[in-house]
């Protein structure tokens, strides 16, 4: 009796030579349009990061030539799942975790145009698969670098969130030009953000460590 094969697919190839060829599937975000950002108060929140610690970064970094990601999310509940700390089992945060960021609203003052791996045949038309969102990061950024040089010239990724993957999430690449106009909502902590905060906690089953 013959053992059935398990699929095993491992981990996602490297970009393949036909990639230059193909026409990815692009979403454009309108002006006007406003993304969300958590981030250190202490810090501005448009930063391209070059430190080559997350998905979507240039695998070069942290090379002084390498271009910035800026990572941003399509509601508040994307940018808190996407910056908790790594955990295992139940995920948890803390007080003083939170009280030390805040939440950023990004207003587009111009469109952007982003490779879509969200949409249906969006990850097809560049001959990837679900790896490229939620497998290796070292083969994530190579994908990133190779699709930023594509003839689309497209401004960053749409791209489901690996710990919540009905949530979008949007890695921009580094730009010559603010495209951004920013306020605060304050922290998650804050009164205002009470109903808010109570919902994702709820929903994500997230610990809150006072």
Known sequence: ???PTIDKPGELQTPHPELAGQHPL???VLAGTILYRHHQKALDPVYYGK????RFD?????DSRAFGVLYVGEDPE????ESLPPHQGVPAVTGAYLDARAIAKMELIEP???IDLVSPGGLASIGADGRLTDGNYRVAQQWSAALKKHS???D??????RHAPERIAYAIYERSKPAFKVTTMGSFTDPANAVLFGQILRTYNIALII
């Open 156 to 161: 960053g990724i749409r791209y489901r969130s």
């Open 112 to 114: 952007l145009c982003l």
């Open 1 to 3: 009796m013959s053992v």
């Open 58 to 62: 240039d695998p070069t970094c942290p």
């Open 78 to 81: 994307c940018c808190l799942i």
């Open 152 to 154: 689309c010239k497209p």
């Open 51 to 54: 430190k080559g610690d997350y």
């Open 26 to 28: 692009v979403f454009e």
